[in-house]
């Protein structure tokens, strides 16, 4: 498979991930804003940050996106792990997977960040050929 087959695969996956997560983080928002109102915002703006992640992996200059959709998706790894097990300000603490929401959203995450690793590996500019010194000329007099 050739370097840009490899990237067009990558962007697929990560596009899928990161709207799949969005998604899901965007249909949690009602019931998190009356549960705990931060919580619903912070899943608000994740949610809408993931779609502008999916757009900009298909621009040309796709690495910004991959990085926001990195951070963005570690962030939320982190969320989800601390709010089950030393809790999020405000006394917030949930308990388990929340089948099939959280299982879904951290599955989704962590492919992508697996995706931007191999992205990474990627070789930006194919090898050049190599080509031999020209000849010496012989100058006449």
């Known amino acids: 498979m050739t370097t840009r087959a490899k990237e067009i695969v990558l962007v697929g996956v990560g596009a899928l991930c990161a709207l799949t997560s969005a998604v899901l983080h965007l249909m949690l928002v009602p019931a998190h804003l009356e549960e705990m109102p ?3 915002v912070l899943f608000l703006i994740g949610g809408a940050a993931l779609i502008l992640v999916a757009l900009g992996l298909f621009r040309r200059n ?3 996106a991959w990085v926001a959709g990195a951070l963005l998706s570690a962030g939320m790894i982190v969320g ?3 709010s089950r097990t030393v809790g999020l300000p405000g006394g917030y603490q949930e308990v388990g ?3 099939p929401y959280g299982t879904v959203s951290v599955i989704a995450e962590v492919v ?3 995706a931007f690793a191999a992205w990474l590996g990627l070789s930006p500019v ?3 050929a190599t080509t031999a010194p020209p000849a010496k000329v012989p100058v006449r007099r």
């Open 62 to 64: 796709a690495a910004p």
């Open 38 to 40: 931060y919580i619903g």
């Open 80 to 82: 989800f792990t601390l």
């Open 126 to 128: 194919e090898p050049a």
């Open 97 to 99: 997977w929340e089948p």
């Open 112 to 114: 992508l960040l697996f």
